[in-house]
């Protein structure tokens, strides 16, 4: 069975930091592109970052850039997300997705259930 697994949201103050990740079982992540998406109350789901398989490269929202951290662990098969500087803007539950390339929420294939971050004093 084919599952993502997120992990690490909590309550946060601004300033803060958490790391999330996200664990795959049943498929090997090293195998697809991971992309850390986000959606606060009331909005759309928005990407924050993704990491393509084989190269690895990075991109990120311009709204974390220099604050957020985006990297694999393909021996525990896991992505990760350093959050660094958090902002109330950055409340959101977070969910990573799979997919073969890099690509908008509407195009990812493979989603999990997600992780509340709370970023509030």
């Known amino acids: 069975q084919w599952q993502l697994v997120e992990s690490g949201g909590g309550l946060v103050q601004p300033g803060g930091s958490l790391r999330l990740s996200c664990t795959a079982s049943g498929f090997t992540l090293d195998y697809y592109a991971i992309g850390w998406f986000r959606q606060a109350p009331g909005k759309e789901r928005e990407g924050v970052s993704c990491?393509?398989?084989?190269?690895?490269?990075?991109d990120y929202a311009d709204s974390v850039k220099g604050r957020f951290t985006i990297s694999r662990d393909n021996a525990k098969n896991t992505v990760y997300l350093q959050m660094n500087s958090l902002k109330p803007d950055d409340t959101g539950v977070y969910y990573c997705a799979a997919r073969k390339s890099c690509g908008k929420a509407a195009s990812m294939d493979y989603w999990g259930k997600g992780t509340l971050v709370t970023v509030s004093s």
């Open positions: 990491i393509s398989r084989g190269d690895g490269s990075i």
